[in-house]
């Protein structure tokens, strides 16, 4: 049953945590997600955020995320902050 409030072919913000380092130049690989690693205790983090268009394109990005082999810590809906919020903006114009 999906009870947030947006529905599920909504466009959405996203953060996806990595166990290990991707390079900021894998970050055009991921439609411009924000791509941040940050130290941990077990290794390195990787932190993707961003938009995401739908769910389709969702399953498309978890997709790379598997062919690269980094094990994926966690994947959690997050409310846009006012970055993320400009990107959807500019988006929206481009259409």
Same mark, same amino acid.
């Given at each position: 049953?999906? $009870?947030?409030?947006? +529905?599920?072919?909504?466009?959405?913000?996203?953060?996806?945590? /990595?166990? @290990? &380092? !991707?390079?900021?130049?894998?970050?055009?690989?991921?439609?411009?997600?924000?791509?941040?690693?940050?130290?941990?205790?077990?290794?390195?983090? $990787?932190?993707?955020? +961003?938009?995401?268009?739908?769910?389709?394109?969702?399953?498309? /990005?978890? @997709? &790379? !995320?598997?062919?690269?082999?980094?094990?994926?810590?966690?994947?959690?809906?997050?409310?846009?902050?006012?970055?993320?919020?400009?990107?959807?903006?500019?988006?929206?114009?481009?259409?």
């Amino acid at each position: 049953m999906n $009870t947030h409030p947006a +529905g599920r072919h909504e466009p959405g913000c996203y953060e996806i945590r /990595l166990q @290990g &380092r !991707l390079d900021q130049r894998w970050s055009t690989w991921f439609d411009g997600m924000t791509l941040t690693t940050s130290p941990d205790p077990a290794g390195a983090l $990787t932190i993707l955020r +961003g938009h995401v268009v739908d769910q389709a394109a969702l399953h498309g /990005l978890l @997709g &790379r !995320l598997r062919d690269i082999g980094l094990p994926l810590i966690s994947i959690t809906r997050v409310e846009p902050d006012a970055n993320d919020g400009q990107d959807i903006a500019a988006e929206e114009d481009d259409r």
